[in-house]
């Protein structure tokens, strides 16, 4: 076992020193709570934002492991990883070229750093509602469209675990001298699966979320990069949108995370993922999503209800309340659930056993008419205004006309369908009536 953050922690706790710092629990387990690891800059733990000590050594060996040439490690999540990318590539002020399919913090980096975003939108899958994957010619077509942008933001894989070609993309950027930034937030396993991370395959950088998929804290992530930003800037970026007082068991989380990802094999968890594919599909009225329709993260589970009378929100209801599983998420057609090795121990029976029992009582349902078209986003002002402007909340169907001041978002997934900015149109009122999105938004006054 090589953990040289862990190790530095556990050697301090073991020291039995009298701790006049913070955090205030002074690492004694107050209710239970493991606090003797908890510290932050201290004897020989070193400072995050200073590339020295234990934390540099887990950082370095984390880059190893993704076979990246450098790696920061992140107490504040993707979001912070986001910020910091957007930061580090565009400053502030230019334009950036994105998948309309990004998280909300990357609107979050449009307001703070007053960037044009320029969108490319794919037609939704008519099955399971988002957005696919953008081709290579897509890519470039965008690119000599907005010659100026100074980074080209994409997310992959999506929630659903549907991956974009970025072999492809990453070198349609490199001939164009952009950088291409990855959201990987959810797939910080690839390496245990055999899958590329979006650097192996061409990307400047990208972030994951550790916490997402591997066994660290809240919040902890990590941002790899081949060193076409500079580590400098990525590494001050991330000052910018992090606590002065950074965690260090959340750290110390990735450094574990990292040494148990290189020892476990996640294959058989894909093997499993794939069999109960087939049993679905054979067997039951819904629709997996395989590796048949997508390059797929194999243990990314998003089973569609379309064609029986359940929704997504219906089957997670039942899922949790008759069977007390909790899926990760649901939207108005399908589950998805995060799938890892530690549900091979009885998980996995426990839900296909769920499956087929709802399956017997779903009772079948003509196919709903596909989801229209997301119009195309027509810009009032700034995402940057439109966040600070003054605004008042309002039901959506009374928006219409407005300009959105707030993302307008179903969460999760966490993918804004009205950014700030853009005027809110008939069109966006009927898409978010169908997918059962009924919150009142925020509009500029
Ligand atoms: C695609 C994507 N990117 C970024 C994030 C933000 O990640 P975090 O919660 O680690 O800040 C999420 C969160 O769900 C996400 O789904």
Redesign the pocket.
């Known amino acids: 076992m090589s953990t040289p953050l862990y190790d530095a922690l556990r050697a301090l706790a073991a020291r039995d020193t009298a701790r006049f710092h913070m955090p205030g629990h002074k690492g004694v387990s107050a209710g239970g709570f493991p606090f003797s690891i908890d510290y932050t800059e201290t004897y020989g733990t070193g400072n995050l934002y200073e590339d020295e000590g234990p934390i540099m050594h887990a950082e370095r060996a984390a880059a190893q492991t993704y076979h990246a040439d450098d790696c920061l490690f992140l107490t504040?999540?993707?979001?912070?990883?986001?910020l910091t990318l957007l930061a580090a590539a565009c400053r502030t002020g230019g334009e950036v070229l994105l998948d309309r399919?990004?998280?909300?913090?990357?609107c979050h980096a449009l307001a703070l750093l007053d960037l044009t975003p320029h969108f490319i939108q794919t037609e939704p899958d008519p099955v399971y509602g988002f957005c696919r994957p953008l081709t290579a010619a897509q890519a470039a077509a965008a690119l000599d469209a907005h010659p100026a942008c100074r980074a080209f933001f994409l997310?992959s894989p999506?929630?659903y675990g549907v991956r974009q070609p970025l072999r492809e993309i990453a070198a349609v950027c490199r001939a164009r001298g952009v950088p291409l930034l990855v959201?990987c937030?959810?797939g910080a396993h690839f390496p245990a699966l055999g899958l590329p991370t979006p650097v192996e395959e061409g990307a400047a950088a990208c972030?994951m979320?550790a916490?997402?998929t591997l066994p660290a804290l809240?919040?902890?992530?990590l941002i790899l990069s081949d060193g076409t930003l500079d580590h400098r800037e990525l590494r001050e970026s991330s000052r910018l949108f992090g606590t002065t007082s950074p965690s260090y068991p959340i750290l110390a989380s990735i450094d574990c995370a990292r040494d148990w990802l290189e020892q476990t094999d996640w294959n058989p968890v894909a093997e499993a993922a794939r069999a109960l594919h087939e049993h679905l599909y054979a067997s039951t009225p819904f629709f997996p999503l395989t590796e048949r329709d997508y390059a797929i993260d194999p243990t990314r589970l998003t089973i569609c209800t379309l064609g029986t009378d359940l929704s997504g929100y219906e089957m997670a209801d039942r899922l949790y309340q008759e069977y007390n599983i909790a899926v990760e998420m649901a939207d108005s057609r399908n589950i998805v659930c995060i799938l890892t090795p530690f549900d091979l121990d009885g998980n996995l029976d426990r839900l296909t056993r769920a499956l087929d029992e709802l399956s017997l009582t779903a009772a079948g349902r003509l196919l709903p008419d596909p989801l229209p078209p997301l119009p195309a986003p027509r810009a009032a002002c700034s995402v940057r205004q439109a966040w600070f402007a003054p605004r008042e909340t309002m039901p959506l169907d009374r928006a219409i006309g407005r300009v959105c001041a707030r993302p307008v978002t179903p969460y999760?997934?966490?993918?804004p369908i009205v950014l700030p900015g853009e005027e809110i149109t008939a069109e966006h009122v009927v898409f978010l009536q169908k997918i059962c999105y009924n919150e009142d938004c925020e509009v500029v006054k």
């Open positions: 504040g999540g993707s979001t912070q990883g986001v399919n990004c998280h909300r913090s990357v997310t999506n929630y959201d937030a959810h972030v979320s916490h997402k809240g919040q902890a992530a999760p997934p966490g993918v």
